[in-house]
């Protein structure tokens, strides 16, 4: 039982250049969430699928789009990264969806470390 | 606005030995707290969380952690350290009534010796 894969684990990109973080989940969880961690700015949502076939903006979605590709996987590209996207990027997963998390369990993946030059 | 702070960035024990890492937070309403953990090369995952039941939070691996409103702490123990205790751990608040965004704490780095 994995839980929240998340791949890859670090990456390194060039102004300009795009990519996509992929998310996976094995639980059969309907609801599932990209946030970003900074430091000093806690962990922000991104942008979210409440359930299969649906996704919405989070706080912040600029410069991100998402595919929710089936109800096990949550893929976040960037198309033209920018030095302001290097974070540590978290996918998420939960049996029912809850923005602030407050009333459900949500299972993280271990993050994704990139870094935009 | 809300706030966490973790006090301490690294806590050492021993084995068998009690665990306390502190957290204290700073609202204008009685908060929904959560404590984290992460193991190395792994995700984070959720360890307890206070949402205005019982001060008293039971969480998993014989954690728990007790909110108190008088000295705005929401500190996690454990009566007995063990090796696999060993992990980061992130007192976490939501950031805001809406519910939208998590603020999290530095993180404590538990050390278990032998």
């Known amino acids: 039982n994995a839980g929240v894969t998340q791949t890859p684990k670090f990456q390194v990109l060039k102004t300009g250049q795009s990519m996509t973080l992929q998310c996976a989940q094995d639980?059969?969880?309907?609801?599932m969430y990209w946030y970003r961690q900074d430091p000093g700015m806690g962990l922000r949502l991104i942008y979210y699928?409440?359930?299969?076939?649906?996704?919405d903006k989070g706080e912040v979605p600029n410069g991100y789009n998402v595919s929710r590709l089936n109800k096990r996987e949550f893929s976040l590209r960037l198309e033209s990264a920018a030095p302001s996207q290097t974070s540590v990027y978290f996918c998420?997963?939960?049996?029912?969806?809850?923005?602030?998390?407050?009333?459900?369990?949500?299972?993280f993946g271990q993050g994704t470390r990139l870094t935009v030059v | 606005a809300q706030s966490v702070t973790q006090l301490d960035s690294h806590v050492s024990v021993s084995e068998g030995t009690p665990v306390l890492l502190r957290c204290n937070y700073s609202?204008?309403?009685?908060?929904?707290l959560f404590w984290y953990v992460q193991h190395p090369n792994k995700g984070l995952q959720l360890l307890l969380k206070?949402?205005?039941?019982?001060?008293l939070v039971k969480g998993i691996n014989g954690f728990e952690a007790e909110f108190k409103k008088s000295e705005t702490s929401f500190h996690l123990t454990k009566p007995s350290a063990h090796m696999s205790d060993a992990a980061e751990y992130f007192c976490?608040?939501?950031?805001?009534?809406?519910?939208?965004?998590?603020?999290f704490g530095g993180g404590t780095r538990l050390m278990v010796k032998p």
């Open positions: 998420a997963s939960s049996e029912k969806f809850d923005r602030g998390l407050r009333n459900t369990e949500a299972f």
């Open positions: 639980m059969n969880h309907n609801s």
């Open positions: 699928s409440a359930s299969e076939g649906t996704t």
């Open positions: 609202s204008s309403y009685s908060p929904s």
């Open positions: 206070y949402t205005s039941a019982a001060t």
């Open positions: 976490v608040v939501p950031t805001n009534n809406a519910g939208n965004m998590l603020t």
